[in-house]
Each structure stands twice: as C-alpha cells, then as structure tokens.
Nanobody, 120 residues
C-alpha cells in the first residue's frame, strides 16, 4: 500500500522558517521523482519544487533562494526547508511522487497535505 505522509506544517510569522517532511512507503522511493505542490484558498494547485531520482532540483520562481528541496533515499523521505517565509506562502502543501512501477506502468501518488500558515 502506497503512503505519502507529510509533516512539519504549522503557523509561523513572516520571515520565519519551517521544514516539511514527506515519509514514503509502498513503492521504490529512490527511483521516483518527488515534488512539493501547494494550494492556497481559491487558487489552483501549483508546483513548488521538484527533485529527480538523481537529485536534480527545480524551483518555482516565487520560492527560489528561499526554499530547498532534498531527499534521503535511505530513509525514504523528502524534505522542504522553507526560509524567509511570506504571507503568500500560506497554503496546503502536498507531497507528490511520480515514476514507473516494476512493470513499467506510470504512477503518480499524492499525500494528504500539511497546512502552512504565515501570518503576523
């Protein structure tokens, strides 16, 4: 059974930091591209950061220089370090896994999300 469990969300003041974690199980984590998405109230879900199976990273322009995505394949866990948080970063943050299973079928998995609120 595939599971993606996010944690680390919460409330923080502008300029503060949070570290999100995504614990994965039920699939070959090391061979999947992983990503963080977010969805603010009344807005569409958007990609925040992506890390490939080989470790290549990409970021949305809005978070470049402030957020860092990483993964630990030994722990089947992905992280998002968020610094210099702004009120516009307030959203529900989702973990995503994208790749192919052992018989070559493309799979896309989502976590349930963790809330990040940035407010003074």
């Amino acid at each position: 059974q595939v599971q993606l469990v996010e944690s680390g969300g919460g409330s923080v003041q502008p300029g503060g930091s949070l570290r999100l974690s995504c614990a994965a199980s039920g699939f070959t984590f090391s061979s999947y591209a992983m990503a963080w998405y977010r969805q603010a109230p009344g807005k569409e879900r958007e990609v925040v950061a992506v890390i490939s199976a080989s470790g290549t990273t990409n970021y949305a322009d809005s978070v470049k220089g402030r957020f860092t995505i990483s993964r630990d394949n030994a722990k089947n866990t992905m992280y998002l370090q968020m610094n210099s948080l702004k009120p516009e970063d307030t959203a529900l943050y989702y973990c995503n896994a994208n790749g192919y299973n052992w018989i070559g079928i493309k799979r896309n998995y989502w976590g349930q999300g963790t809330q990040v609120t940035v407010s003074s």
